[in-house]
């Protein structure tokens, strides 16, 4: 009986070392775990005239989320997209998009894909983080193995939640993002919150 209690200790402390984050890992600040406040952060590669990211709302002053210095008389006459990046239901502020301009030209960015390229290079954590909520990982201020990170020379490295459906079940995952190229890789860290 003794050797079984042995065992069970080992391996329930074993099992519990394994979902603790690593000592040199900061807390992600609560105020970026509200993908809104991320757009100010983004330093995008190429060169824009001005860029602005919006919900689909149809009260221009609601719709506006996060605007770089735009012209004083600049109007952009283009329909709005009827899909964009972060699609959480159907109808008005569902979702986002972006517009950039580009010699003159206006641009829309409004795929989890097309996002991630505007970004490119990744040169923050706000940027890094968006770039994990384009594969639906979260910030959850809640839980250290779900805001955590690191950044290191050719990686951002981050503990993030991932939310199993409507559930309220949610997994951590240790997620890298590649700071020259943005790929991103993940690997579960299992479930912590039922």
């Known amino acids: 009986m003794k050797i079984v209690f042995v065992v069970l200790l080992f391996v329930s402390e074993f099992l519990f070392s394994q979902n603790n984050v690593p000592e040199d890992f900061k807390k992600i600040p609560e105020i970026l775990d509200n993908t809104d406040l991320l757009y100010p952060f983004i330093v995008p590669d190429k060169k824009y005239e001005y860029w602005s990211v919006f919900r689909n709302n149809p009260d221009p002053d609601k719709a ?12 952009i006459n283009d329909p709005a997209p009827e899909k964009g990046f972060f699609q959480k ?21 409004s795929t989890e894909k097309q996002l991630r390229d505007f970004i490119g290079t990744v040169d923050n954590l706000p940027e890094a983080i968006l ?12 839980n250290p193995l779900s805001s955590a990170y690191t950044i290191e020379d050719r990686h951002v490295v981050m503990y993030l939640s991932k939310p199993k459906g409507n559930t309220g079940t949610k997994e951590s995952f240790l997620v890298k993002v590649n700071r020259k190229t943005g790929k991103l890789e993940s690997k579960s860290k299992g479930i912590y919150q039922k």
Not at 89 to 109: P, T, V
Not at 131 to 141: F, S
């Open 64 to 75: 506006l989320i996060y605007e770089s210095q735009m012209p004083k008389y600049m109007t």
């Open 131 to 142: 770039i994990a909520n384009t594969y639906g990982y979260q910030v959850d201020t809640t």
């Open 89 to 109: 239901c159907l109808g008005e502020d569902c979702f986002s998009y972006l517009i950039a301009c580009e010699k003159s030209q206006s641009r829309y960015f």
